[in-house]
């Protein structure tokens, strides 16, 4: 088991339980511009790299031996910040498509305390 202080990068396309897995963690969020993220966490590193090719990046970020979280977003909106994010796996669950930009900024921070997706890519929506 890694231990909950390991770097665990954040990247997006896109009950309550005690114990040592769920204390905060160190992550760093891949982000193509930096200054539009308004978020900023003591646990946060914002890494500023080239999004385009998402294969590259997934097999880069899954191959590595750190622990990661690659948000799946399937239509982000201009809309206003909603603060409800809907997560889970397609086919699974109750995710829909839509999401503001907004909302799909504050996943990664909330990822800095919540052990769930840890090492898997769940799709999010609003």
Same mark, same amino acid.
């Given at each position: 088991?890694r ?20 204390? $905060? %963690? +160190? ?7 930096? $200054?539009?993220?308004?978020?900023? %966490? @003591? %646990? ?5 790299? +080239?999004?385009?090719?998402r +294969?590259?990046?997934? +097999? ?31 086919? %699974?669950?109750?995710?829909? @498509?839509?999401?503001? =930009? /907004?909302?799909?900024? $504050? ?11 840890? =090492?898997?890519?769940? /799709?999010?929506?609003?």
């Amino acid at each position: 088991m890694r231990s909950p202080s390991s770097a665990r990068p954040a990247a997006s396309a896109a009950s309550s339980s005690s114990g040592p897995w769920t204390a $905060a %963690h +160190q992550v760093a969020a891949l982000v193509r511009a930096p $200054a539009k993220l308004a978020l900023t %966490h @003591s %646990h946060l590193t914002v890494v500023t790299g +080239q999004l385009s090719d998402r +294969q590259a990046v997934e +097999q880069a970020v899954t191959g590595s031996r750190l622990d990661y979280t690659i948000a799946r977003i399937t239509n982000p909106t201009d809309k206003p910040a909603t603060g409800r994010i809907r997560s889970g796996f397609l086919g %699974h669950g109750k995710v829909a @498509s839509a999401m503001s =930009r /907004a909302d799909i900024a $504050a996943f990664p921070v909330d990822q800095l305390t919540d052990a769930r997706y840890r =090492r898997a890519m769940p /799709a999010i929506s609003n």
